[in-house]
Protein backbone atom coordinates (compact mmCIF):
# COMPACT_ATOMS: atom_id res chain seq x y z
CA UNK A 1 0.00 0.00 0.00
CA UNK A 2 0.92 3.73 -0.42
CA UNK A 3 0.11 6.52 1.15
CA UNK A 4 0.45 9.85 1.12
CA UNK A 5 -0.28 11.74 4.57
CA UNK A 6 -0.20 16.31 3.92
CA UNK A 7 2.50 16.34 1.77
CA UNK A 8 3.96 19.36 0.80
CA UNK A 9 6.83 20.18 -2.06
CA UNK A 10 8.16 23.44 -2.61
CA UNK A 11 10.91 24.83 -4.71
CA UNK A 12 12.62 27.99 -3.98
CA UNK A 13 9.62 28.91 -2.45
CA UNK A 14 6.85 28.01 -4.79
CA UNK A 15 4.43 25.96 -3.37
CA UNK A 16 4.15 22.61 -6.30
CA UNK A 17 2.06 20.08 -4.18
CA UNK A 18 -0.06 21.23 -1.05
CA UNK A 19 -1.51 18.93 1.79
CA UNK A 20 -2.04 15.71 -0.51
CA UNK A 21 -3.32 13.16 1.29
CA UNK A 22 -4.17 9.44 -0.59
CA UNK A 23 -4.20 5.75 -0.36
CA UNK A 24 -3.32 3.94 -2.71
CA UNK A 25 -4.46 0.26 -2.11
CA UNK A 26 -2.34 -3.09 -3.39
CA UNK A 27 -3.50 -4.62 -6.16
CA UNK A 28 -5.40 -1.78 -7.34
CA UNK A 29 -4.81 0.20 -10.64
CA UNK A 30 -4.71 4.11 -10.33
CA UNK A 31 -4.27 7.04 -12.58
CA UNK A 32 -2.96 10.23 -11.90
CA UNK A 33 -4.67 12.59 -14.23
CA UNK A 34 -3.62 16.49 -14.26
CA UNK A 35 -2.81 19.54 -16.43
CA UNK A 36 1.25 19.76 -17.63
CA UNK A 37 2.87 21.30 -14.54
CA UNK A 38 0.32 20.49 -11.73
CA UNK A 39 2.83 18.00 -9.78
CA UNK A 40 1.85 14.63 -11.34
CA UNK A 41 5.89 13.50 -11.63
CA UNK A 42 6.86 15.28 -8.66
CA UNK A 43 4.36 13.04 -6.92
CA UNK A 44 5.82 9.93 -8.07
CA UNK A 45 9.51 11.25 -7.45
CA UNK A 46 8.08 10.86 -4.32
CA UNK A 47 6.70 7.71 -3.92
CA UNK A 48 9.79 6.11 -5.62
CA UNK A 49 12.25 8.11 -3.07
CA UNK A 50 13.89 9.86 -5.61
CA UNK A 51 12.55 13.24 -4.03
CA UNK A 52 11.51 14.13 -0.53
CA UNK A 53 8.14 16.32 0.43
CA UNK A 54 8.95 19.05 1.99
CA UNK A 55 6.54 18.42 4.77
CA UNK A 56 4.03 15.22 5.79
CA UNK A 57 5.23 11.84 5.13
CA UNK A 58 5.31 9.36 2.09
CA UNK A 59 4.65 5.58 2.96
CA UNK A 60 5.02 2.42 0.83
CA UNK A 61 4.26 -1.02 2.77
CA UNK A 62 4.52 0.48 6.24
CA UNK A 63 7.72 2.09 5.82
CA UNK A 64 8.27 6.26 5.73
CA UNK A 65 10.22 7.07 2.56
CA UNK A 66 13.52 8.99 3.85
CA UNK A 67 13.43 7.93 7.39
CA UNK A 68 12.71 4.22 7.43
CA UNK A 69 13.60 3.52 3.97
CA UNK A 70 15.65 5.76 1.07
CA UNK A 71 14.38 3.85 -1.63
CA UNK A 72 10.56 1.78 -1.45
CA UNK A 73 11.50 -2.15 -1.55
CA UNK A 74 9.91 -3.70 -4.70
CA UNK A 75 8.42 -1.10 -6.79
CA UNK A 76 9.45 -0.66 -10.38
CA UNK A 77 8.66 2.60 -11.98
CA UNK A 78 9.51 4.80 -14.98
CA UNK A 79 8.99 8.39 -15.20
CA UNK A 80 8.99 10.25 -18.06
CA UNK A 81 11.05 8.77 -20.91
CA UNK A 82 12.51 5.84 -20.00
CA UNK A 83 16.22 5.45 -21.06
CA UNK A 84 17.17 2.09 -22.32
CA UNK A 85 20.66 1.04 -23.76
CA UNK A 86 19.96 0.96 -27.67
CA UNK A 87 22.56 -1.40 -28.88
CA UNK A 88 20.42 -4.02 -26.84
CA UNK A 89 17.49 -5.33 -27.51
CA UNK A 90 14.26 -5.15 -25.32
CA UNK A 91 15.12 -8.47 -23.38
CA UNK A 92 18.26 -7.72 -23.28
CA UNK A 93 17.93 -4.33 -21.39
CA UNK A 94 15.20 -5.93 -18.81
CA UNK A 95 17.79 -8.20 -18.51
CA UNK A 96 19.99 -5.75 -17.10
CA UNK A 97 17.36 -4.13 -15.00
CA UNK A 98 16.73 -7.43 -13.17
CA UNK A 99 20.48 -7.84 -12.75
CA UNK A 100 20.32 -4.58 -10.53
CA UNK A 101 18.32 -6.16 -7.42
CA UNK A 102 19.50 -9.64 -8.46
CA UNK A 103 16.17 -10.47 -9.76
CA UNK A 104 12.77 -9.99 -11.72
Do not use: C
Not at 7 to 31: A, L, W
Not at 93 to 103: W, Y
Amino acid sequence: MIELKDVNKEFKKQMVIEQVSVTFKDNKIYGIVGYNGSGKTVILKMISGLLLPSSGSVIVNGKIIGKDRDFPENLGMIIETPGFIPYLSGFQNLKKIAAIKGGV
